[in-house]
């Protein structure tokens, strides 16, 4: 890769990524590509696509005349994206929900379809109000209701990330009720939340959760027969039919609900839960703090 000035310009980053992923995985690019999907015209696609080659990896693409497109050359090694198959079905998912704004979108991709399930609801005001307490490091006052205190509560907190799961938003915030760290749905807040001009006196260097590391051991449920967890461990690219991830142990309870990790109480059917965590004494998720978090990321609390 040649010197050239970083960062790149993030509008040039994006076309730049769009020009590897479809070189790669559908194996012909041309200006059309980056036109529809940019909006812009014919020469600047063509300039884009020359200065790609010229400044970032020239040795990338080869223009084929019998195909009018570019391929990726024998020796194509990404240099803006990671060269995985994720990257492209990101895309296509992209695809799919900014068409469902702009119905005139077409950016010329295959067919695809996304499930959607419903978002929680995020009142503009209290998204306002804590974004501003976040990034300022200011107190947020707020009402807040929850399954184990469904009457709203006045709360004073002290946030420092919002920490998003799947299709729902969490605030991680010290709460002066409680005296700890907690993860806050942006859906449950009630009434019209207030930044206020206090500064926050419990940054995000005191929450020992958050920045302690655990690593997650995954292995195919136990229960379900080789040939079942040979399928298993090849589906999430298991060596030895081990997985390990790197996560922050106010994060593990998110990561093992989304993958269906039942620690205390496993899925009578093998079928459904698939995966189970071989090392639950080492991520410490015996500490009553994390098991209030398993239950609150169940929708508990």
């Known amino acids: 890769m040649k010197k050239t000035d970083w960062p790149i310009r993030w509008d040039l980053l994006l076309r730049y990524r769009l020009i590897e992923i479809i070189a790669l995985w559908e194996g ?53 994206t990671r060269g995985q198959a994720s990257e492209y079905l990101d895309l296509l998912a992209r695809q799919e929900h900014l068409s469902d704004t702009f119905e005139s979108l077409n950016i010329s991709l295959p067919d695809s379809t996304v499930v959607q399930g419903p978002h929680r609801v995020v009142e503009p005001d209290v998204m306002r109000a804590v974004v501003t307490a976040t990034r300022h490091g200011r107190q947020l006052r707020t009402g807040y209701a929850s399954l184990a205190q469904p009457a709203t509560t006045q709360r004073v907190l002290e946030p420092h990330t919002l920490v998003c799961v799947g299709r729902n938003w969490y605030l991680r915030a010290w709460c002066d009720t409680t005296g700890t ?5 942006l859906s449950r807040f009630r009434g019209k939340p ?10 995000v ?35 030895d039919h081990r997985l390990e991830i790197r996560t922050r142990a106010a994060l ?8 269906g990790i039942a620690v205390d109480t496993p899925h009578p059917d093998p079928l459904v839960q698939q995966l189970e965590l071989a090392n639950p004494e080492q991520v410490q998720l015996s500490n009553p703090h994390l098991q209030k978090s398993v239950k609150a990321v169940a929708g508990f609390c």
């Open 194 to 203: 207030e930044a206020v001009r206090q500064r926050a006196r419990h940054s």
């Open 252 to 259: 593990a309870p998110y990561l093992l609900s989304r993958l």
């Open 205 to 239: 260097h005191l929450d020992d959760d958050w920045n302690q590391e655990v690593t997650l051991v995954l292995t195919p449920d136990s229960r379900l027969s080789r040939e079942c967890r040979d399928i298993i461990a090849t589906d999430y690219g298991m060596t």
């Open 28 to 80: 012909r690019l041309t200006t059309n590509h980056i036109c529809h999907s940019f909006g812009i015209g014919r020469q600047q696609a063509s300039k884009d696509i020359n200065t790609y080659l010229r400044e970032l990896a020239p040795d990338n693409l080869v223009y084929d005349r019998h195909l009018k497109g570019y391929v990726p050359a024998t020796n194509f090694r990404p240099v803006v």
């Open 181 to 185: 760290f907690s993860d806050f749905a």
